[in-house]
């Protein structure tokens, strides 16, 4: 089975946006966060996958020291847990989204409610809570400006708790990787 696996921005590995990326956590069972610990092999596993996500399973097993059956165990259960997720990484511009920002959200009151509105929407493709000048970083992904402003002025604006936005519209995408490996 040949995929491409890259590290993650994205918490809900069902999502079906495309773009969607890989998340990787430290440390079999649970670390002390409650996020799933992942041992030196899988680690290494990740590493090979990050490197080539289409890389056989064969090869990879050579690479680490294991099977082809015990790697595709191994990738198995980091999907089952979350902690990584197989996609098809496309450049917005070229599948019809001509317009990206990366929009700050202050909140008044509680964050959590307003943070997991606008996870839901799906032109959010990375929400954080920040300890920062804003209390949300979003970055959106639209069809085109109209679309944009649609999702900001009716959509995140009027959520209960919202104070203000700050946009910050991309002009051009210089890089974007998510290679930086394992700890």
Request: a negative charge.
């Amino acid at each position: 089975m040949h995929s491409e696996v890259v590290a993650s921005r994205s918490t809900d590995p069902s999502s079906p946006r495309e773009g969607a990326t890989t998340r990787t956590t430290t440390g079999g069972g649970r670390g002390q966060s409650g996020s799933p610990s992942v041992d030196a092999v899988s680690l290494a596993i990740i590493e090979q996958l990050q490197e080539d996500g289409r890389r056989p399973y064969a090869a990879i097993g050579k690479a680490v020291g294991l099977s082809e059956a015990a790697v595709r165990q191994r990738v198995q259960k980091l999907l089952d847990q979350g902690v990584m997720q197989i996609v098809a990484v496309t450049d917005p511009l070229t599948v019809g989204f001509r317009r990206q920002a990366m929009v700050g959200i202050d909140v008044e009151g509680d964050v959590d409610p307003v943070a997991d509105a606008v996870a839901a929407m799906p032109e959010a493709e990375y929400v954080v809570m920040t300890a920062g000048s804003h209390d949300l970083l979003v970055e959106i992904v639209c069809e085109d400006d109209d679309h944009l402003l649609e999702v900001i002025n009716k959509r995140i604006r009027a959520l209960p708790g919202v104070r203000s936005t700050e946009s910050f519209v991309y002009l051009k995408l210089k890089k974007q990787t998510y290679m930086w490996g394992t700890r």
